[in-house]
Nanobody, 123 residues
Framework: QVLLVESGGGLVQAGGSLRLSCAAS????????VGWFRQAPGKEREVVSC???????YYADSAKGRFTISKDNAKNTVYLQMNSLKPEDTAVYSC?????????????????WGQGTQVTVSS
């Protein structure tokens, strides 16, 4: 088991940037896949990005070219740098872990979840 705590959310204007952090404790996440998900009111949770045990990265189409996921094994932390934010990016962002690989965008395949951090982008 691993405890995940997100931080870095907030209110920004369209075109601005935020850097989200997912700090893990209890065990190392270096052998895990860690994904960022988001959920807006009235919408289903969707994957945004994922980094796997070998530091391979994956992005949803909505995130490509704007967001960058990275992992710092020394700090046991995963980051999501979000640039060129749009109002449609507004959501609660959560990180989650699963064994080894980013094999699926299905949230049910991820075992450990943080509580989320709110991102609000104004027009």
């Amino acid at each position: 088991q691993v405890l995940l705590v997100e931080s870095g959310g907030g209110l920004v204007q369209a075109g601005g940037s935020l850097r989200l952090s997912c700090a893990a404790s209890g065990r190392t996440i270096s052998g895990d896949a860690v994904g960022w998900f988001r959920q807006a009111p009235g919408k289903e949770r969707e994957v945004v990005s994922c980094v796997d045990w070998n530091s391979r990265t994956y992005y949803a189409d909505s995130a490509k070219g704007r967001f960058t996921i990275s992992k710092d094994n020394a700090k046991n932390t995963v980051y999501l740098q979000m640039n060129s934010l749009k109002p449609e990016d507004t959501a609660v962002y959560s990180c989650a872990s699963r064994v080894r690989g980013c094999y699926s965008s299905d949230p049910k395949r991820y075992e450990d979840w943080g509580q989320g951090t709110q991102v609000t982008v104004s027009s």
